[in-house]
T-cell receptor
């Protein structure tokens, strides 16, 4: 299994609070991705990174920001959490090939 | 209409049956992926295909580029195969994937 961890694994927060999710990899892969998964929508790309300090928006980036200051860490921040951001968040990585390897997911509940 | 369509949405089978899940796409692709997600679990890549056929254990994936169609077959199905199977494609020169909505498979003993 690819070395990918996500933290926290579960989080409950209140509307309007900032939240940061962390993805950490030990594979030295160049590409990292943040997805959200919701019933009826499948996986949707929030942001992705193609190198340190190089990031780009996905299809559902509004309300989210990311940072990648080191190869191994990709942070996803919800600046002011809303109930619509209740979801399961997955981080993924890929290297020279196109196969993506997924982390275990973070369940976020925004009350 | 989604660019990647999977059928069926839901599938129930008896242990031992041969199972086929289909994926059709409407864009030009460089690769197609099949992934598996167990209930409450993570997502695992099963296959990446750009042509022909690949086999791993009881799983077989095929792709027909001209028809823009791929199938995932499971031979001698087992209850542990119960999961959501997801098709995704690489279209264009970036690393973004276009995702299908998944096929939920339940294999009964």
């Amino acid at each position: 299994d690819a070395g990918i961890t996500q933290s926290p694994r579960h989080k409950v927060t209140e509307t309007g609070t900032p939240v940061t999710l962390r993805c950490h990899q030990t594979e030295n892969h160049r590409y990292m991705y943040w997805y959200r998964q919701d019933p009826g929508h499948g996986l949707r790309l929030i942001h992705y990174s193609y190198g340190v300090k190089d990031t780009d928006k996905g299809e559902v980036s509004d309300g989210y920001s990311v940072s990648r200051s080191k190869t191994e860490d990709f942070l996803l921040t919800l600046e002011s959490a809303t109930s619509s951001q209740t979801s399961v968040y997955f981080c993924a990585i890929s290297g020279t090939g196109e196969t993506q390897y997924f982390g275990p997911g973070t369940r976020l509940l925004v009350l | 209409k989604n660019e990647v369509e999977q059928s069926p949405q839901n599938l129930t089978a008896q242990e031992g049956e041969f199972i086929t899940i289909n994926c059709s796409y409407s864009v030009g692709i460089s690769a197609l992926h099949w992934l598996q997600q167990h209930p409450g679990g993570g997502i695992v890549s099963l296959f990446m295909l750009s042509s022909g056929k690949k086999k791993h254990g009881r799983l077989i994936a095929t792709i027909n580029i001209q028809e823009k169609h791929s199938s995932l077959h499971i031979t001698a199905s087992h209850p542990r195969d119960s999961a959501v199977y997801i098709c995704a494609v690489n279209a264009g020169n970036n690393r973004k994937l276009i995702w299908g909505l998944g096929t939920s498979l339940a294999v009964n003993p």
